[in-house]
């Protein structure tokens, strides 16, 4: 079956303690990206990666470093979070940029 | 970048067709107009996209104006289970920009 996995799906942790949340997909897709979801603010683009070379920053990069080493994962890493990163996150991806987008599950993530 | 507007909650009755409006005045020429809905506890999912002329699919149908500023996503018979947060998206140079979309609620 076609999908994005994420995990975890729930993570609390405290601040600064380093974390990753994996992604992860399975249609050889080029483009992924990560999102943040927090209450009257929509989705916001974290960071993109257009292929294996290159990945960019989105509209709210502080805080966060990502990792494409190789097409299928695409690993948001949090290297000293604190609570105003408690959010929800999405995972993406699509075959090219203009093509749609298949999201993962989501992680609920609480830093305390 | 790459912003679009859309009114923020509409309701509709069940059965009745909805049009959904998006206006997006900063697109390019070779953006694809995308749209996505999230149901509750949900990730976004795809629901339709398309380039320059109308198209249809088993879940909604997308006109795009003319002039390409302006879209309209169309569920001819909404359900219960359409009731969810819609969002329209240009990906202009390679930003995924969601903003806070739409929410529709169906009536019963």
């Known amino acids: 079956e076609a999908q994005v996995t994420q995990n975890p799906r729930y993570l609390i942790t405290v601040t600064g303690k380093k974390l990753t949340v994996t992604c992860s997909q399975n249609m050889n897709h080029e483009y992924m990206s990560w999102y943040r979801q927090d209450p009257g603010l929509g989705l916001r683009q974290i960071y993109y990666?257009?292929?294996?070379?290159?990945?960019d920053k989105g509209d709210v990069p502080e805080g966060y470093k990502v990792s494409r080493k190789e097409k299928r994962n695409f690993p948001l890493i949090l290297e000293s979070p604190s609570p105003n990163q408690t959010s929800l996150y999405f995972c993406?991806?699509?075959?090219?940029?203009?093509?749609?987008?298949?999201f993962g599950s989501g992680t609920q993530l609480s830093v305390l | 970048d790459a912003k679009t507007t859309q009114p923020n909650s509409m309701e509709s009755n069940e059965e009745e067709p909805v049009h959904l409006p998006c206006n997006h005045s900063t697109i390019s020429g070779t953006d694809y107009i995308h749209w996505y809905r999230q149901l509750p506890s949900q990730g976004p999912e795809y629901v339709i996209h398309g380039l320059t002329s109308n198209v249809n699919n088993r879940m909604a149908s997308l006109a795009i104006a003319e002039d390409r500023k302006s879209s309209t996503l169309i569920l001819h018979r909404a359900t219960l289970r359409d009731a969810a947060v819609y969002y329209c998206?240009?990906?202009?140079?390679?930003?995924?920009?969601f903003g806070t979309g739409t929410r529709l609620k169906v009536l019963a």
């Open positions: 990666s257009m292929n294996v070379e290159v990945t």
């Open positions: 998206i240009h990906p202009g140079t390679y930003k995924y920009i």
């Open positions: 993406a991806s699509s075959r090219t940029v203009n093509e749609k987008l298949f």
